[in-house]
């Protein structure tokens, strides 16, 4: 068997054009959506992150601010920004760019943006909801992974979803979203006793630890659904995933590539999330 490659970025492609549509509609009828990005230092990786978001923003009309401090900002310098951003009504999403330099406490951060601005799905109270099921912003890696799994068809309801990593920003939270749509989940980690022989019994296999190529076809039953969350810098420079793709593919019945997978739909459901936050703002209104 020959896995059936998903491109994120093509679906991710077709997503923004129907956000560019939507955007301009509620434009015309006065939302204007707008997000704030925070980015903290010049750590490159976080820099291209924050420039794909400007550049999705742009294209889909969606207003962006880059807010640039220095590495050393204060953790109450950080907090009295975010409480102005809370307070003005111009803005209907607030990102603050992990990691933080280690003066600032990470989650006193996130716990201090308002929950209805909260558009990367980091806060608890966005946890807890998206736990029991309520309406609410879900974090943006998780929710492009489903969307993948969705654009495909692919049944997830009764498959034994295997997510390898427990990170509260993909793998729990992947784990979490599989869940809510009926699949029965195993989660496997750094303490994990023999991982393939749990791996083995996905069919559908979640990869987010951030080690080249530590998936390889033995790991994986014939026919899995493989989605590559990973994003390992090469000594070329070159971006690769946790899965060796080539090896996968050949006994996968779809694989996500890295880059062009799950990349740009975390973006993408960023600006999905923005949209969907300035129209419950201004439903409240
Ligand atoms: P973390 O470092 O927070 O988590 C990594 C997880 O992998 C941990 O749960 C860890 O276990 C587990 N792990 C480490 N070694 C092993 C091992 N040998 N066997 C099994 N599990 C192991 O990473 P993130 O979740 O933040 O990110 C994971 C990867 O996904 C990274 O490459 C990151 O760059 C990428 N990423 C990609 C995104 C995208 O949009 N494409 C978005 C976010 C992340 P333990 O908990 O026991 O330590």
Wanted: net charge neutral; charged share 20%; hydrophobic share 40%.
């Amino acid at each position: 068997m020959v896995a059936e490659v998903i491109y994120g970025d093509q679906l991710a492609a077709s997503l923004r054009e129907e956000m560019k549509e939507e955007v301009t509609k509620l434009k015309a009828s006065g939302i204007s959506p707008k997000l704030v990005v925070v980015l903290i230092g010049d750590d490159p990786a976080s820099k291209s992150y924050v420039s794909g978001k400007q550049k999705a923003a742009d294209f889909i009309g969606i207003d962006s601010e880059l807010i640039s401090l220095p590495s050393t900002t204060e953790e109450k310098s950080l907090l009295e920004l975010i409480e102005r951003l809370n307070n003005d009504q111009s803005v209907h999403g607030i990102l603050v760019q992990l990691p933080l330099p280690k003066q600032i406490n990470e989650q006193a951060i996130i716990e201090a943006i308002d929950p209805s601005k909260d558009v990367d799905g980091f806060h608890p109270i966005s946890i807890g909801r998206m736990l029991t099921q309520q309406e609410t912003f879900l974090p943006c890696t998780p929710y492009g992974i489903v969307t993948m799994l969705q654009s495909k068809n692919i049944d997830i309801a009764g498959k034994h979803a295997v997510i390898v990593g427990r990170s509260n920003i993909v793998g729990k939270p992947v784990g979490q979203l599989l869940l809510n749509e009926h699949a029965t989940v195993s989660y496997c980690h750094s303490r994990t006793k023999d991982l393939s022989a749990i791996t083995k019994q996905a069919d559908i296999l979640i990869v987010a630890v951030g080690r080249e190529k530590m998936i390889d076809a033995s790991f994986i039953k014939p026919g899995a659904v493989v989605i590559d969350v990973g994003v390992n810098r090469t000594n070329e420079g070159t971006l690769t995933g946790d899965v060796d793709f080539e090896s996968a593919k050949a006994v996968s019945s779809y694989i996500t590539p890295v880059p062009k997978g799950v990349g740009p739909m975390t973006i993408t459901m960023l600006m999905k999330n923005t949209i969907q936050a300035a129209k419950a703002h201004n439903k409240k209104k």
